[in-house]
């Protein structure tokens, strides 16, 4: 058993089916998507801000025309006109220094939330946040998904001692498949205890019994699937810690002609020598270790993906 703990940050688990682009984006807006969850909706798209620019420009070459033929009426000394067409020349250019305008900014964001409102409804059962789940549904799901963590991030895979291309379709798919029965479960569950908190007769509980029998057993073998990629994830650590201590001791042991040499230029006890010879040894020991720890893994991820 792997020392994972839950309790990490929420996140959001897609169908691996899904498109990479899709995904991407329901996994960088789980904030939104929890919006959504709740029955929220983004604003209308509003009017083509293209068309109040151009609204805008005309607006403001009439009022310059108008300013312009004013000039002109005052010079013929039609005062009464003059007056009039500068009053309507002034009244369009307070329009357009008035009229609001749509920050670049808000709009782009405006368009995220309709994109991502449209993907949620579009994808709806294809992927599982936090919200989709019970207190106990989410510890599960947190140990899984700090197991996937631990599995594809160490080194030994990066370095592909393990089946990293496997892992990297298998993986996901386990921790999809134990998100998704995992909602599943939470939404019956809590359709359960809703009727039971009604009160019960005898008729009923006798139904009701064998149905909450059902969601244990459900629970218990997602459970079992949490725990076999737990297993996974300890015998990966044990061979990433080989790993990084058979690492260790070739450094040492590439140094150890420059240890003797000190200690023959020094005059020091030549005991030392010998304990120094050690390493190489001991590196022996820790390559046995990694292959044992590699193979134990390699084990551990047949007997998941079977």
Do not use: C
Request: hydrophobic share 45%; proline share 5%.
């Amino acid at each position: 058993m792997t020392d994972i703990l839950p309790g990490r940050p929420a996140k959001v688990v897609v169908d691996p089916a899904l498109s990479r682009e899709v995904a991407d984006l329901l996994r960088a807006n789980h904030a939104l998507l929890a919006r959504v969850h709740q029955g929220w909706r983004p604003p209308p798209k509003g009017p083509d801000p293209t068309l109040g620019l151009a609204v805008s420009v005309g607006t403001g070459v009439v009022a310059a025309v108008l300013a312009l033929y004013g000039l002109a009426l005052f010079a013929a000394e039609r005062y009464t006109s003059f007056a009039m067409t500068m009053t309507g020349a002034a009244v369009l250019t307070v329009a357009v220094l008035l009229r609001p305008r749509t920050d670049a900014g808000i709009e782009r964001r405006r368009a995220l939330e309709r994109e991502v409102h449209q993907h949620a409804r579009g994808h709806e059962g294809r992927y599982v946040l936090d919200e989709h789940l019970d207190e106990p549904a989410r510890a599960l799901l947190a140990r899984a998904g700090a197991a996937v963590e631990q599995i594809t991030a160490s080194r030994i895979n990066a370095e592909g001692l393990l089946d990293d291309v496997r892992n990297a379709v298998m993986l996901p798919a386990q921790e999809w498949e134990i998100a998704r029965l995992l909602a599943k479960l939470s939404a019956l569950r809590a359709e359960h205890q809703e009727v039971i908190a009604e009160g019960v007769t005898p008729e009923v509980a006798a139904v009701a019994g064998p149905l909450a029998e059902a969601l244990d057993s459900s629970e218990a073998a997602v459970l079992a699937r949490v725990e076999a990629l737990e297993r996974y994830a300890g015998h990966v650590a044990d061979a990433e810690r080989a790993y990084r201590a058979r690492r260790q001791i070739e450094r040492l042991s590439a140094r150890l002609p420059r240890y003797e040499e000190l200690l023959v230029e020094s005059g020091a006890d030549g005991a030392a020598v010998p304990e120094l010879d050690g390493l190489s040894e001991e590196a022996g020991r820790l390559e046995q270790a990694l292959r044992d720890s590699v193979s134990s893994a390699h084990e551990a991820f047949r007997h998941l993906g079977g």
